[in-house]
């Protein structure tokens, strides 16, 4: 007997579809930078940056977005600059006296650009009245 075999009802292999839509390929890459990171590499008053960040070590592989998360203390003033930052992270980089900017992502994806022109091009145009 097989063991794939499920007494004669469909078995599961054949019941599961096998192809579709996967969103992997287009999803942002974030990575997530701790604040205890940030008072261990850099020294008071250094700007963060992506670039810094990766030079230091922090962040090793590419990746499209950098967060700042809120684990654990701060105690430096840094003016850090990341794509976001979560509501924690960003009291405690204030509250050290630092500086928290965000950065600005990728431009969205237009899908269709002729979409309000050709709209536009049709209201000028002039209709006979009958």
């Known amino acids: 007997m097989s063991l ?48 810094t960040l990766k030079s230091k070590g922090v962040v090793k592989k590419v990746c499209d977005k950098i967060k700042i998360l809120g684990t654990g203390e701060l105690k430096k003033s840094l003016e850090v600059s990341a794509h976001a930052f979560s509501a924690t992270a960003q009291k405690k980089i204030e509250a050290a006296g630092g500086k928290a900017t965000i950065l600005p992502g990728k431009k969205p994806v237009v899908k269709n650009k002729m979409g309000s022109r050709k709209k536009n091009l049709l209201a000028q145009v002039k209709r006979p009245k009958k």
Not at 31 to 44: H, K, P, S, T
């Open 4 to 51: 794939i075999f499920e007494g004669g009802q469909m078995p599961l292999v054949r019941r599961v579809p096998k192809r579709g839509f996967n969103n992997k390929a287009f999803a942002d890459l974030v990575i997530g930078v701790n604040v205890v990171d940030l008072e261990n590499n850099f020294d008071a008053n250094e700007q963060v940056t992506p670039e």
